[in-house]
C-alpha cells in the first residue's frame, strides 16, 4: 500500500474558466438546479426539470422530459441512446425513459421506451443507474438495498423482461458492467459490500468480492477492455476489484465525494479538510462555503498529474479530450491536459527519466521519442557516472541513435565491458556493421574472454547477426584461429577456412579432406589455388584426389547434401589444367597421368604430351638395356596412339634423341626426305640406300639426293655410288649429264665409278640409235613405193594433171633417186650443228687428254650425245668403219678403258 504524499506532484493540465461565446470575456453559466449530468457522443447532458444539451460551441438546447425533475442521466458513448430516470407525479415514482437522440418527435428527442423504474409496489427511490453499451442490459439500484435489471432490448418493452436481481438492506452507492468476451458481468457496491453478479451464466452467480464499500458516486469502472476493474474509494483507500478478486489499493487519504476513470486517469473528489461536515447519504445540499480538492490520479506511473481545490463541484465530465468542471454557483471550467512533449520537459528538468519513461509509453509515444527519452537518460547516468546504468538505457536506443555516439563516450572513458555489452546488443537486434563486429570481437580478445567470444561465434544466426568474414579477419589476426576455423566452417566460409588450416595451422590433411567434402565446382576451384601447397606436403593425398576430381568426382561426405545435382551428374575437372600442380614431383605426375590415360582414353592432349615427355626422360636416363627396352616400347606405344600430336611428339622425341620415335613419326608424317636426311646426318650409308629403297617409290628424288649425298663424301662410298647409279640408270631417273655433273664434285671419284653406267647407256643410245635409223629407212621406202605406185595408177587411169606438176614430178623423181647413190664425198655441206661432233673427231681431243672424264663431260655439256642422228653420214649409208658415229664410239670406248 503507498501513500499519496509519496507520489510526486506535477501540474500536467492547465486550469480555464469556460467563456460565453456570445457575451465577450463573461464567464458561461449553466442552468439553475442541475441535479444531473453526463457526458457522451459530442454533449454535456444536464438535467433538472428539463434535460439539456451542450455542445462544443457552448450552444444550449433543451426539452422537458419530466413534469417534476430528473435525478438520473446516462449517456451510451456508442449508440445515441440516452436513459434517464425522473418524477412526473410527487410522491416516490420514478419513471425510466430512452431517449433516442438522433431521432426528433416534435423537436424533442423520440422517447422510446417508459416504465416505472420500481418493479413492485413498494415505494423506494432510485440511488444508481448503469446500462450495459450492448442495450441488452441495464441495471438499477436503490435505497433500499435493491438492485432490478432489465434484460433484452432496453430500448422497447416488447423484448425485455425486468427482475430483482439482488436484495438488501444497505443503499446502493454504484453499479458497472464488465464485458470480457462473452462474459458479461455486473458489479454492485453498497455501503457495506462490493459483490459481482455473472449475467452471462443462468441463475446468476453471485461472488461477494470485499465486505466494505463506498459512498454514492464513489465507484467506477477503468477503461472498458479485458482487464477493466472496478474501483471503489473508501476514506482511506481506493480498492480496485476484478470478477473473481480484489485487485491493488493505493492508500488516498480524505473524505471522497465523487469518483470519474478517463484515459488512464483516476479522478477524485475530495472534501476539503477545512470545511464543515455535510449531511448525509442523498443529500445535495452544501454550505456556500464548502470546498472541494480535486486531485487526477496516474496510477501506472504513480505520480499526481494534478491537484487544485474548488467551489462546491456538481460534477467533473469528460468531453473532447478535457475535463469539464461543474460547479454549483453555475461556473464551468476546462481542465486541457498539456502535450506529451511539454509533460516530458517537465519531467527532464527534475531529471525524473523513469517517470518519463513510463509516462511515455501510457501516452503511447512512438519510438523515436521513446529513443530520446533513454538518450537523455542514458547521457544523465553517464555524466553521474553510472557507466552501467548509462550502457542499459544506451541499448533501449538501438535502431534510432546512431551507435557511433555511444561507441565514441565508453571508448573515451574506456569502459570495454560496458561497450562489449553494447556492442553486443547490436549484434543481437541484426543492426550491426563490419565496423561493429570487429571492434566487438577487439573486445572480447582484449579482456580474453574466452567464453564470452565462444558463446558469441557459436550463438545461432537468430540470436546474433554479424559479418562472418569481418569476424573471421579479426579472430585470425588475434590468433584466435580455431575461433576463425570454426565459423568459417560453419557459414561455409571454404576459402577462409583453408587459408587458415594451410597457413596458419599447417594442417595440410584436415584441409585435403575438407575439399574432398565440397561440391564439385568449389573443390576444383580451391585444388587450382591450394594444389601445389597441398602437393609439397602431402603429395599422395592430393594426387589421389586429383585422381578422383579429374575421373568422376562426387563430394565424400555428406557438406553439399543440399546440392542433388553433384550426386545426379557426372562431374570431371579438366586434368591437364592440374598438370603444373605437379611441377616438383614427377613421380605423382607420371602416376596421375598413366591413371587418367587409362581411366579416362579421351583425356586432354597435354596428359599425353606430358606423359611422354616424363617417359622419354626415363628412357634416356635409363642404364639398364633391359629397362629401357621397356621403357621405348613404352614411348613408342603412346606416339602409335591417335592422342599423340605430331609437332610436339616430335620436338620431344629430338630433344631426348629417341631415334625411334623420330623416324616412326617421319614415316608416320611421310617425311620421307627427312628420314633419308636424319640417316645422312648420322652418316649411316646403307640406311641411306635402305631408304630409298623403301620410299623411292613415292619420292624418285630421293635417288637424286642420295647420289649427291655419296658424290659429296670424300670417303670411299663406289659401292654405294654403283648400287644408286645401277637404279638410276634402271629406272632412268636422271639425264647422264646430271649424273656426270653430280660425281664431278666427288675428288676421289673416277671414271671407273661410272663405267658401266656409261657404257650402258651408250649401248641403249646406240641401239635406239640404230632402231631409228632402221625405221627412217623403212619409212623413206615405203613412201617411195607409195608415190610410185600412185603415179602408175594415175597414168594408167589416165587421170588429168597439170603439165607442170607432172612435169616437176618426174623431175623430183629422178633427182631423189640421184640423192640417195650419192657418196660421202658428194654429200652437201653439213649445218652448224655438226661442227662440234666433228671437231670432236678431227681434233683427236679424246685421245689426247689425260682427264678424258672431263672431256667427256665436256662434250656432254654442249650436246654432243642428244644430236647424233644429225651428224650421222647421209641417209641409207651404214655405220661403216669410217662414219663419224663409229669413230666417235671407237674414240670414247678406247679411252674409258684406257683410264680405267
Given at each position: 500500500?503507498?501513500?499519496?504524499?509519496?507520489?510526486?506532484?506535477?501540474?500536467?493540465?492547465?486550469?480555464?474558466?469556460?467563456?460565453?461565446?456570445?457575451?465577450?470575456?463573461?464567464n458561461?453559466?449553466?442552468?439553475?438546479?442541475?441535479?444531473?449530468?453526463d457526458?457522451?457522443?459530442?454533449h454535456?447532458?444536464?438535467?433538472?426539470?428539463?434535460i439539456w444539451?451542450?455542445?462544443?460551441?457552448l450552444?444550449?438546447?433543451?426539452?422537458?422530459a419530466?413534469?417534476?425533475?430528473?435525478?438520473?442521466?446516462?449517456?451510451?458513448?456508442?449508440?445515441?441512446?440516452l436513459?434517464?430516470?425522473g418524477?412526473?407525479?410527487?410522491g416516490?415514482n420514478?419513471?425510466?425513459?430512452?431517449?433516442?437522440t438522433?431521432?426528433?418527435?416534435?423537436?424533442?428527442?423520440?422517447?422510446?421506451?417508459?416504465?416505472?423504474?420500481?418493479?413492485?409496489?413498494?415505494?423506494?427511490?432510485?440511488?444508481?443507474?448503469?446500462?450495459?453499451?450492448?442495450l441488452?442490459?441495464?441495471?438499477?439500484?436503490?435505497?433500499?438495498?435493491?438492485?432490478v435489471l432489465?434484460?433484452?432490448?432496453?430500448?422497447?418493452d416488447?423484448?425485455?423482461?425486468?427482475?430483482?436481481?439482488?436484495e438488501?438492506n444497505?443503499?446502493?452507492?454504484?453499479l458497472?458492467?464488465?464485458?470480457?468476451?462473452?462474459?458479461?458481468?455486473?458489479?454492485?457496491?453498497?455501503?457495506e459490500?462490493v459483490?459481482?453478479y455473472?449475467?452471462?451464466?443462468?441463475?446468476?452467480?453471485?461472488?461477494?468480492?470485499?465486505?466494505?464499500?463506498?459512498?454514492?458516486?464513489?465507484?467506477?469502472?477503468?477503461?472498458?477492455?479485458q482487464?477493466?476493474?472496478?474501483?471503489?474509494?473508501?476514506?482511506?483507500?481506493?480498492y480496485?476489484?476484478?470478477p473473481?478478486?480484489?485487485?491493488?489499493?493505493?492508500?488516498?487519504?480524505?473524505?471522497?465525494?465523487?469518483?470519474?476513470?478517463?484515459?488512464g486517469?483516476?479522478?477524485?473528489?475530495t472534501q476539503?479538510?477545512?470545511?464543515?461536515?455535510?449531511?448525509g447519504?442523498?443529500?445535495?445540499?452544501?454550505?456556500p462555503?464548502?470546498k472541494?480538492?480535486?486531485?487526477?490520479?496516474d496510477?501506472?506511473?504513480?505520480?499526481?498529474?494534478?491537484?487544485?481545490?474548488?467551489?462546491?463541484?456538481?460534477?467533473?465530465?469528460?468531453?473532447?479530450?478535457s475535463?469539464?468542471?461543474?460547479?454549483?454557483?453555475?461556473?464551468?471550467?476546462v481542465l486541457?491536459?498539456?502535450?506529451?512533449?511539454?509533460?516530458l520537459?517537465m519531467?527532464?528538468?527534475?531529471?525524473?527519466?523513469?517517470?518519463?519513461?513510463n509516462l511515455?509509453?501510457?501516452?503511447?509515444?512512438?519510438?523515436?521519442?521513446?529513443?530520446?527519452?533513454?538518450?537523455?537518460?542514458?547521457?544523465?547516468?553517464?555524466v553521474k557516472?553510472?557507466?552501467?546504468?548509462?550502457?542499459?538505457?544506451?541499448?533501449?536506443t538501438?535502431g534510432?541513435?546512431?551507435?557511433?555516439?555511444?561507441?565514441?563516450?565508453?571508448?573515451?572513458?574506456?569502459?570495454i565491458?560496458?561497450?562489449?555489452?553494447?556492442?553486443?546488443a547490436?549484434?543481437r537486434q541484426?543492426?550491426?556493421?563490419?565496423?561493429?563486429?570487429?571492434?566487438?570481437?577487439?573486445?572480447?580478445?582484449?579482456?580474453?574472454d574466452?567464453?564470452?567470444?565462444e558463446e558469441?561465434?557459436?550463438?545461432?544466426e537468430?540470436?546474433?547477426h554479424?559479418?562472418?568474414?569481418?569476424?573471421?579477419?579479426?579472430?585470425?589476426?588475434?590468433g584466435?584461429?580455431?575461433?576463425?576455423?570454426?565459423l568459417a566452417?560453419?557459414?561455409?566460409?571454404?576459402?577462409?577456412?583453408?587459408k587458415i588450416?594451410?597457413e596458419?595451422?599447417?594442417?595440410?590433411?584436415?584441409?585435403?579432406?575438407?575439399?574432398g567434402?565440397?561440391?564439385?565446382?568449389?573443390?576444383?576451384?580451391?585444388?587450382?589455388?591450394?594444389?601445389?601447397?597441398?602437393?609439397?606436403?602431402?603429395p599422395?593425398?592430393?594426387?589421389v584426389?586429383?585422381k578422383?576430381?579429374?575421373?568422376?568426382?562426387?563430394?565424400?561426405?555428406?557438406l553439399?547434401?543440399?546440392?542433388?545435382?553433384?550426386?545426379?551428374?557426372?562431374n570431371?575437372?579438366?586434368?591437364?589444367?592440374?598438370?603444373?600442380i605437379?611441377?616438383?614431383n614427377?613421380?605423382?605426375?607420371?602416376?596421375?597421368?598413366e591413371?587418367?590415360?587409362?581411366?579416362?582414353?579421351?583425356?586432354?592432349?597435354?596428359?599425353?604430351?606430358t606423359?611422354?615427355?616424363?617417359?622419354?626422360q626415363?628412357?634416356?636416363?635409363?642404364?639398364?638395356?633391359?629397362?629401357?627396352?621397356?621403357?621405348?616400347?613404352?614411348?613408342?606405344?603412346?606416339?602409335?596412339?591417335?592422342?599423340?600430336?605430331?609437332?610436339k611428339a616430335?620436338?620431344?622425341?629430338?630433344?631426348h634423341s629417341?631415334?625411334e620415335?623420330?623416324l616412326?613419326?617421319?614415316?608416320?608424317g611421310?617425311?620421307y626426305?627427312?628420314?633419308?636426311?636424319y640417316?645422312?646426318?648420322n652418316?649411316?650409308?646403307?640406311?641411306v640406300?635402305e631408304?630409298?629403297?623403301?620410299?623411292?617409290?613415292?619420292?624418285v628424288c630421293?635417288?637424286?639426293?642420295?647420289?649427291?649425298?655419296?658424290?659429296?663424301k670424300?670417303?670411299?662410298?663406289k659401292?654405294?655410288?654403283?648400287?644408286v647409279?645401277?637404279?638410276?640408270?634402271?629406272?632412268?631417273l636422271?639425264?647422264?649429264?646430271?649424273v656426270?655433273?653430280?660425281?664431278?664434285?666427288n675428288?676421289?671419284?673416277?671414271?671407273?665409278?661410272?663405267?658401266?653406267?656409261?657404257i650402258?647407256?651408250?649401248?641403249r643410245?646406240?641401239?635406239?640409235i640404230?632402231?631409228?635409223?632402221?625405221?627412217?629407212?623403212?619409212?623413206?621406202?615405203e613412201?617411195?613405193?607409195?608415190?610410185?605406185?600412185?603415179?602408175?595408177?594415175?597414168l594408167?587411169?589416165?587421170?588429168?594433171?597439170?603439165e607442170d606438176?607432172?612435169?616437176?614430178?618426174?623431175?623430183?623423181?629422178?633427182?631423189?633417186?640421184?640423192?640417195?647413190?650419192?657418196?660421202?664425198?658428194?654429200?652437201t655441206?653439213?649445218g652448224?650443228?655438226?661442227r662440234?661432233?666433228?671437231?670432236?673427231?678431227q681434233?683427236?681431243?679424246?685421245r689426247?687428254?689425260?682427264?678424258?672424264?672431263s672431256?667427256?663431260?665436256?662434250?656432254f655439256?654442249?650436246?654432243?650425245?642428244?644430236?647424233?642422228?644429225?651428224?650421222?653420214?647421209?641417209?641409207?649409208?651404214?655405220?661403216?668403219?669410217?662414219?663419224?658415229?663409229a669413230?666417235?664410239?671407237?674414240?670414247?670406248l678406247?679411252?674409258?678403258?684406257?683410264?680405267?
Amino acid at each position: 500500500m503507498a501513500a499519496f504524499l509519496q507520489w510526486r506532484r506535477f501540474v500536467f493540465f492547465d486550469r480555464e474558466t469556460v467563456k460565453d461565446p456570445i457575451e465577450n470575456g463573461k464567464n458561461f453559466i449553466l442552468p439553475n438546479g442541475i441535479s444531473a449530468c453526463d457526458s457522451g457522443r459530442g454533449h454535456i447532458v444536464l438535467g433538472d426539470i428539463l434535460i439539456w444539451f451542450l455542445t462544443r460551441s457552448l450552444q444550449l438546447s433543451s426539452f422537458q422530459a419530466y413534469k417534476l425533475r430528473v435525478t438520473h442521466l446516462f449517456q451510451l458513448k456508442q449508440h445515441s441512446i440516452l436513459v434517464s430516470v425522473g418524477q412526473d407525479e410527487h410522491g416516490i415514482n420514478p419513471l425510466v425513459k430512452v431517449w433516442n437522440t438522433d431521432k426528433r418527435d416534435s423537436g424533442s428527442p423520440l422517447c422510446t421506451r417508459i416504465f416505472p423504474a420500481i418493479p413492485g409496489n413498494k415505494p423506494t427511490e432510485v440511488s444508481c443507474l448503469s446500462v450495459h453499451e450492448n442495450l441488452n442490459f441495464m441495471a438499477i439500484g436503490f435505497t433500499d438495498g435493491s438492485v432490478v435489471l432489465t434484460k433484452g432490448d432496453i430500448t422497447r418493452d416488447r423484448h425485455s423482461k425486468t427482475l430483482t436481481l439482488h436484495e438488501g438492506n444497505s443503499p446502493v452507492t454504484g453499479l458497472a458492467f464488465r464485458q470480457a468476451g462473452k462474459v458479461t458481468h455486473l458489479f454492485v457496491v453498497n455501503l457495506e459490500k462490493v459483490q459481482c453478479y455473472t449475467l452471462s451464466v443462468k441463475e446468476y452467480p453471485r461472488l461477494e468480492l470485499d465486505t466494505h464499500g463506498c459512498a454514492l458516486r464513489c465507484s467506477a469502472l477503468t477503461d472498458p477492455s479485458q482487464d477493466s476493474q472496478f474501483i471503489v474509494a473508501g476514506n482511506e483507500c481506493v480498492y480496485l476489484y476484478q470478477p473473481d478478486e480484489r485487485g491493488p489499493c493505493f492508500a488516498f487519504d480524505g473524505h471522497k465525494i465523487l469518483v470519474h476513470w478517463h484515459r488512464g486517469y483516476l479522478l477524485l473528489l475530495t472534501q476539503d479538510s477545512k470545511s464543515p461536515n455535510k449531511p448525509g447519504f442523498g443529500s445535495k445540499e452544501t454550505s456556500p462555503t464548502e470546498k472541494h480538492v480535486l486531485t487526477i490520479y496516474d496510477l501506472d506511473n504513480k505520480f499526481i498529474a494534478y491537484s487544485a481545490a474548488f467551489d462546491d463541484i456538481i460534477d467533473v465530465l469528460a468531453e473532447w479530450g478535457s475535463f469539464y468542471i461543474l460547479t454549483r454557483d453555475g461556473k464551468m471550467f476546462v481542465l486541457q491536459e498539456k502535450d506529451t512533449q511539454t509533460k516530458l520537459e517537465m519531467l527532464f528538468k527534475k531529471n525524473l527519466f523513469v517517470m518519463a519513461i513510463n509516462l511515455a509509453k501510457s501516452q503511447h509515444l512512438d519510438k523515436d521519442g521513446l529513443s530520446e527519452i533513454f538518450r537523455q537518460y542514458g547521457d544523465h547516468l553517464y555524466v553521474k557516472g553510472d557507466h552501467d546504468g548509462a550502457i542499459q538505457q544506451y541499448i533501449r536506443t538501438i535502431g534510432k541513435l546512431e551507435p557511433s555516439y555511444v561507441i565514441r563516450k565508453f571508448l573515451d572513458a574506456q569502459r570495454i565491458h560496458n561497450l562489449t555489452a553494447y556492442l553486443q546488443a547490436l549484434h543481437r537486434q541484426s543492426l550491426a556493421n563490419a565496423d561493429h563486429t570487429t571492434l566487438l570481437l577487439n573486445c572480447y580478445t582484449k579482456l580474453k574472454d574466452s567464453s564470452k567470444l565462444e558463446e558469441f561465434i557459436k550463438s545461432s544466426e537468430s540470436e546474433v547477426h554479424f559479418d562472418v568474414e569481418i569476424a573471421i579477419k579479426v579472430l585470425r589476426q588475434a590468433g584466435y584461429h580455431s575461433h576463425a576455423v570454426f565459423l568459417a566452417e560453419k557459414h561455409a566460409h571454404h576459402e577462409w577456412y583453408l587459408k587458415i588450416q594451410l597457413e596458419d595451422l599447417k594442417n595440410y590433411q584436415e584441409a585435403l579432406r575438407y575439399i574432398g567434402r565440397l561440391p564439385f565446382e568449389q573443390a576444383e576451384t580451391n585444388m587450382k589455388h591450394y594444389g601445389k601447397t597441398l602437393m609439397h606436403h602431402v603429395p599422395e593425398s592430393t594426387t589421389v584426389l586429383l585422381k578422383k576430381l579429374c575421373t568422376d568426382y562426387q563430394p565424400s561426405q555428406d557438406l553439399a547434401d543440399h546440392d542433388s545435382l553433384d550426386r545426379l551428374a557426372v562431374n570431371k575437372a579438366n586434368s591437364e589444367e592440374f598438370i603444373p600442380i605437379f611441377a616438383n614431383n614427377p613421380r605423382e605426375l607420371h602416376a596421375f597421368l598413366e591413371h587418367m590415360i587409362k581411366v579416362e582414353p579421351f583425356s586432354p592432349q597435354g596428359v599425353y604430351d606430358t606423359l611422354l615427355e616424363l617417359r622419354l626422360q626415363d628412357w634416356a636416363h635409363e642404364q639398364d638395356p633391359e629397362k629401357k627396352e621397356v621403357l621405348q616400347r613404352a614411348a613408342l606405344s603412346l606416339l602409335r596412339s591417335d592422342n599423340t600430336v605430331f609437332d610436339k611428339a616430335l620436338v620431344l622425341c629430338q630433344m631426348h634423341s629417341f631415334k625411334e620415335g623420330v623416324l616412326y613419326l617421319y614415316e608416320k608424317g611421310k617425311l620421307y626426305q627427312q628420314i633419308m636426311h636424319y640417316h645422312m646426318q648420322n652418316e649411316e650409308y646403307s640406311k641411306v640406300v635402305e631408304a630409298c629403297k623403301h620410299y623411292g617409290n613415292q619420292e624418285v628424288c630421293l635417288w637424286e639426293q642420295a647420289l649427291g649425298y655419296f658424290a659429296r663424301k670424300e670417303e670411299d662410298c663406289k659401292a654405294y655410288i654403283s648400287e644408286v647409279l645401277q637404279h638410276i640408270d634402271l629406272n632412268n631417273l636422271m639425264p647422264p649429264l646430271l649424273v656426270v655433273q653430280t660425281l664431278a664434285h666427288n675428288s676421289t671419284a673416277t671414271l671407273s665409278v661410272i663405267k658401266d653406267y656409261l657404257i650402258n647407256k651408250l649401248q641403249r643410245e646406240s641401239q635406239q640409235i640404230e632402231e631409228d635409223e632402221r625405221k627412217i629407212r623403212q619409212y623413206r621406202e615405203e613412201t617411195a613405193n607409195l608415190l610410185q605406185s600412185k603415179i602408175h595408177r594415175n597414168l594408167e587411169n589416165c587421170e588429168d594433171f597439170p603439165e607442170d606438176q607432172v612435169h616437176n614430178v618426174q623431175h623430183r623423181v629422178p633427182h631423189l633417186h640421184a640423192r640417195e647413190q650419192e657418196g660421202d664425198g658428194h654429200a652437201t655441206c653439213p649445218g652448224p650443228e655438226t661442227r662440234p661432233a666433228r671437231s670432236l673427231q678431227q681434233t683427236g681431243a679424246l685421245r689426247g687428254s689425260n682427264d678424258g672424264f672431263s672431256v667427256v663431260a665436256d662434250y656432254f655439256g654442249r650436246g654432243v650425245f642428244n644430236k647424233l642422228t644429225l651428224i650421222t653420214d647421209p641417209p641409207g649409208a651404214k655405220a661403216g668403219p669410217g662414219s663419224l658415229e663409229a669413230d666417235l664410239q671407237r674414240d670414247l670406248l678406247i679411252h674409258t678403258k684406257r683410264n680405267v
